[in-house]
């Protein structure tokens, strides 16, 4: 019995989701210590303190099962951003979420429309749900919004935007966006993804909650795994109109949010200090990973992200096996159809510093090859 041929159609076609490399399994591997790891965007400042203590005032309940509804974290986000807490769906991670969009909106016969180089589980989940993928070819590597506009018809659920974009960190501004927005037929749900909006300039950042106040059909997805340092505790909140809030609870998994996510979100939603700690190092990191790739002559896309994503003009699959033997873990991104890149997360100084000498290294390797 192959079990494949009993599978749902767009499943057939899937393969599972490639994470970034552990340290542990390099590790393994290699036998290597002091490994630093540039692979997955996570905080490299760590888990910040104000959620450490209130996981530990949360440890002594965990026979219990966590508020279903999320309250108390609902409501903080609500004082914050100056929304309603009915606005509000909580998920287990801003992935948790974007399916749940996905299995609200769209079925078999619907249509989702998303970018060339955009973040992986958009076609992931379209698959799985075996709709229709509509993805659109990339300009400069980013949204070509005009593109999606050409392609929406009568059979379109739901349009996916990541802003900034994973993998390229390319970035859409205010005006681009509210431009779209006003063209998107009201009855298309617009996924705006925001999982690094902390990273941009407060000038430059989108105002995304008054825009889902002008377009009730809009849908913002945020997290806590980045700026905010909870990526192990998969943590994440969309803000829309209450209608598709209360739409979106009807299919969320009840206690997808487990209690010490819940505890420490509510922490550090207002830990101003450590996301702007955090932000400062990736302004002054991103401009040294900048520096040594002009330097070096080494072309890369500029992101507003906590990542930037270098082309290395040759298969990079031999640069990223040789930053490993290295100590160095960066993420290969072939498939998202960029073998020649590769995506690297800013870390702390001393952790970008031994990027920057192992790939020195490698770089003159190549360059001793080549003239031999």
Known sequence: MQFINIANEGVKSLSPYQAGKPIEELERELGIQNIVKLASNENPFGFPESAKQAIIQQLNDLTRYPDSNGFELKKAIAEKFDLDMSQITLGNGSNDLLELFAHTFASEQDEIIYSQYAFIVYPLVTKAINAIAREVPAKNWGHNLSGFLKVINQKTKLIYIANPNNPTGNFLSQSEIEHFLFQVPEHIIVVL???????????????????????????????????????????????????????????????????????????????????????????????????????????????????????????????????????????????????????????????????FTALTAILKKIIILATQ
Do not use: W
């Open 193 to 355: 993804d925001e999982a690094y909006t902390e990273f941009t300039a407060p000038e430059e950042r989108i105002n995304s909650f008054a825009l889902a106040k002008q377009y009730p059909n809009l849908i913002i997805c945020r997290t806590f795994s980045k700026a905010y340092g909870l990526a192990g505790l998969r943590i994440g909140y969309a803000v829309s109109h209450p209608e598709i809030a209360d739409l979106l609870n009807r299919v969320r998994q009840p206690f997808n949010c487990n209690s010490l996510a819940l505890a420490a979100a509510i922490a550090v939603i207002n830990d101003n200090e450590f996301v702007k700690k955090v932000a400062e190092n990736n302004r002054l990191e991103m401009k040294r990973y900048e520096d040594f790739c002009l330097k070096h002559q080494l072309h890369y896309i500029p992101s507003k992200a906590n990542f930037i994503t270098i082309d290395f003009k040759q298969p990079a699959s031999k640069i990223y096996e040789d930053l490993l033997r290295e100590g160095v873990i960066v993420r290969p991104i072939a498939g998202y159809g960029l073998p020649n890149h590769l995506r690297v997360s800013i870390g702390l100084p001393e952790e970008n510093t031994k990027f």
